[in-house]
Every structure is written in structure tokens, then in C-alpha cells.
């Protein structure tokens, strides 16, 4: 599991590699993360827009920008907290996602939310140290 806090908004990410929509011959890996952004402050917040920053085995890296996740722009209450699952395909059997959330409090104002790094990591990717 991996966490970070930024401007009292706590971001949670917990990856897993999916063996059934993963096929090492294409070559193709998928990861499924499921995502809990707990709002810590005393002010609602809402998530206007994300930003990923993906990174392949080999340092391919691509950029994903949208409104909201997965559909939603959700508006977080203090003290609750917002859940969500995606996931991710990469052509390496391990990689890197790291990434950020635009989030605006209730008299407009906008700031960026860390979502923390977190490692993609298959059964083929794992390395043995000596």
C-alpha cells in the first residue's frame, strides 16, 4: 500500500497484478489498483480533474489527463472519504505510475493533490537479488 498527504487530503493506492487480462506472449500486463482519497481538512473538496505520469520497464513513459475519475467528479465531505478501482496496461511485465489530482475547495480555489509512486510488478517482472 502506498499513501500521501497533501493539503489534508490523503491519497491511498493499492496495485495488483491481474493474470487474467495479462498474456506475457503479446506482450501484454495489466494492473488493477484500487484508489481511497480520504479528505482530512474541515472543508469539502472536489476532484475536478486527474493526471497520470506512466512508466514502462524500459522508460516508455505516456501521460494521462482527464476530468474526474472514472466518470465521477466527486465532492468529498471533511472526514469521508472516496473510493474507487482502474486499471492499467503496460507491454512490460513491470513499470510505474506516480500522478496528481486537481481538486477545488468550496470558494474556488484550486491545488494539487499528490497521488503517491507506486511500483507495477508481475510475477515475470520480479527480480532475484544475490
Given at each position: 500500500?502506498?499513501?500521501?498527504v ?21 506482450p ?10 480520504a ?80 511500483s ?11
Amino acid at each position: 500500500m502506498y499513501e500521501a498527504v497533501t493539503h489534508r487530503v490523503k491519497v491511498t493506492v493499492e496495485p495488483a497484478f491481474d493474470p487474467e487480462r495479462s498474456d506475457p506472449d503479446q506482450p501484454r500486463y495489466f494492473w488493477r489498483y484500487s484508489i481511497e482519497i480520504a479528505n482530512l481538512g474541515d472543508k469539502p473538496v472536489t476532484l475536478m480533474e486527474r493526471h497520470w505520469r506512466i512508466t514502462d520497464a524500459d522508460g516508455r513513459q505516456q501521460e494521462v489527463r482527464g476530468p474526474g475519475v472514472v466518470g465521477e467528479q466527486p465532492t468529498i465531505a471533511p472526514g469521508q472519504s472516496f473510493r474507487y478501482a482502474s486499471g492499467c496496461p503496460l507491454a512490460t511485465p513491470s513499470g510505474m505510475m506516480v500522478g496528481e489530482y486537481l481538486m477545488v475547495d468550496p470558494e474556488g480555489r484550486s491545488f494539487k493533490v499528490s497521488i503517491p509512486a507506486f511500483s507495477l510488478d508481475s510475477p515475470d517482472g520480479k527480480r532475484v537479488l544475490n
